[in-house]
């Protein structure tokens, strides 16, 4: 066993900071394997069936990502790390033979072609791309797990290694997968072939800190709890992959949509690699916050956050730099820029609620009362549908500001709820983490 030091504010940004760095370089990533697929035989068909591929995947593949927050609970020993390992391995094969089900037999051609509208030739791209990073499932869950172990010990800089090695691997493997698979197989292959390589370096590194845990002694959840506590963190994650899709069906019934659609794209991806870090704060309250004295230091943390954000859009934002980076940068034309500058102010607004909303989240997993994040995923599903019907009754509304306003609105009801269920707990007067302080495994 362990002992813990009381949480202070240097604590949590030495663990927060690397977070960052991991997320940006998932985004920039992202952004490398559309920069190489640009320059590949027909951009638009090679662009259109590797992103069709790319959001069915990871809308239903993202919920194996819940197993770093599991393993950060349940992880007390060594049998407790493979029971763990164990319960995902079985539970990452419903989402992969679903994808597989569909890639592989005329369902995708339905889904892709019928119900989507792309052509045959992207439907078949789009096909094989599905089939190829259905598999980057199993990776990700040893990712996941040995993430988990970084995380318990306040290691994160470990991630952020291995994410820049997974960046370096995929330039490579994109220069010569094309030499012998069509573009967006070679795009998928690449996802593929870098998250295994970051999942090796990640079982190299964290051998030690798998060797460090306890051999016996520790709690053995059932299945039963484990399964409790992740089911509401897999809804959340779903609903989230599936906001954009259900605001771009409303921003598609205003009266100009191809503009509306192209300012909220531009304005939702400047949103995500700005503002998306924050999501860490879920991560970073689960492992750090073990007693009540822990959770007021990471409020204050959150505190201070949601100045430096505050200050970040506002130099970006709302001073010239704003037509540096939309005009510039963005290589947006005129039209376009002036549309979407309403939305990118509101930035601000939703980079504010979503760290509230990040927070909230990590205490009660903390907690292990992850039931309410079920409950508030839907009402956020909820409030994006509400604010974009706003769109059939007027048509004439700027949609990206409608856009952001919709995802603003949807984790400022998520911070509300999730923080009344906090304030809820913490008057009752019960031991908040008592499980945490039994069966504490991290160090230093």
Not at 103 to 114: E, I, K, N, Q, V
Not at 279 to 286: E, G
Not at 305 to 322: D, E, I, S
Not at 332 to 352: G, K, N
């Amino acid at each position: 066993m362990y002992s813990y030091a009381p949480l202070t504010i240097r604590t949590a940004v030495i663990f927060f900071v690397p977070l960052i760095l991991t997320t940006e370089l998932h985004q920039l990533s992202h952004s490398l394997v559309h920069a190489f697929l640009a320059r590949l035989g027909d951009p638009t068909i090679t662009l259109a069936a590797f992103s069709v591929a790319f959001s069915f995947n990871t809308t239903f593949s993202g919920i194996i990502g819940i197993c770093t927050q599991a393993g950060m609970s349940y992880i007390t020993d060594k049998p407790s790390f493979w029971r763990v390992a164990r319960f995902f391995f079985f539970v990452s094969f419903a989402p992969f033979c679903f994808i597989e089900g569909v890639a592989l037999t005329p369902l995708g051609d339905w889904l892709f072609h019928d119900l989507i509208g792309a052509s045959a030739e992207v439907t078949r791209l789009a096909r094989g791309a599905s089939a190829i990073m259905g598999l980057w499932i199993f990776p990700n869950q040893v990712r996941n797990l040995t993430s988990a172990l970084c995380m318990m010990r306040r290691k994160t800089m470990l991630i952020s290694h291995s994410t820049i090695i997974r960046l370096v691997s995929q330039a490579l493997m994109l220069m010569v997968l094309p030499l012998a698979m069509e573009g967006a197989l070679a795009g998928a292959a690449s996802l593929v072939g870098c998250m295994t390589v970051e999942s090796i370096y990640m079982y190299y590194v964290t051998r030690r800190l798998y060797a460090e845990l306890p051999e016996k002694g520790g709690e053995q959840a059932s299945y039963t709890q484990m399964w409790a506590f992740s089911w509401p963190l897999m809804i959340t994650q779903i609903t989230e992959s599936g906001v954009t899709f259900v605001i771009n069906f409303f921003l598609g019934r205003l009266e100009h949509p191809d503009l509306a659609l192209a300012a909220f794209g531009v304005v939702n991806a400047l949103t995500s690699l700005i503002v998306s870090p924050l999501r860490n704060l879920v991560q970073t309250a689960q492992a750090l916050v073990r007693s009540r004295e822990d959770m007021l230091v990471m409020r204050r943390f959150v505190n201070r956050l949601a100045l430096v954000y505050t200050a970040l859009v506002g130099v970006l934002f709302y001073t010239p730099m704003r037509e540096v980076i939309l005009n510039g940068i963005m290589g947006l034309r005129s039209d376009l820029s002036s549309y979407a500058t309403p939305a990118v102010h509101m930035m601000l607004f939703v980079a504010i609620v979503w760290g509230y909303s990040s927070l909230y989240r990590g205490l009660l997993a903390a907690m292990r009362r992850t039931r309410a994040i079920a409950g508030t995923a839907i009402i956020r599903l909820l409030v994006v549908i509400a604010v974009g019907s706003i769109t059939l009754f007027f048509p004439h509304l700027n949609g990206a500001v409608v856009g952001v306003g919709a995802i603003g609105a949807a984790f400022l009801a998520e911070a509300l709820i999730l923080g009344w269920r906090l304030k809820h707990y913490s008057a009752a007067g019960d031991e908040l983490f008592p499980q945490r302080a039994e069966h504490a495994v991290v160090g230093h």
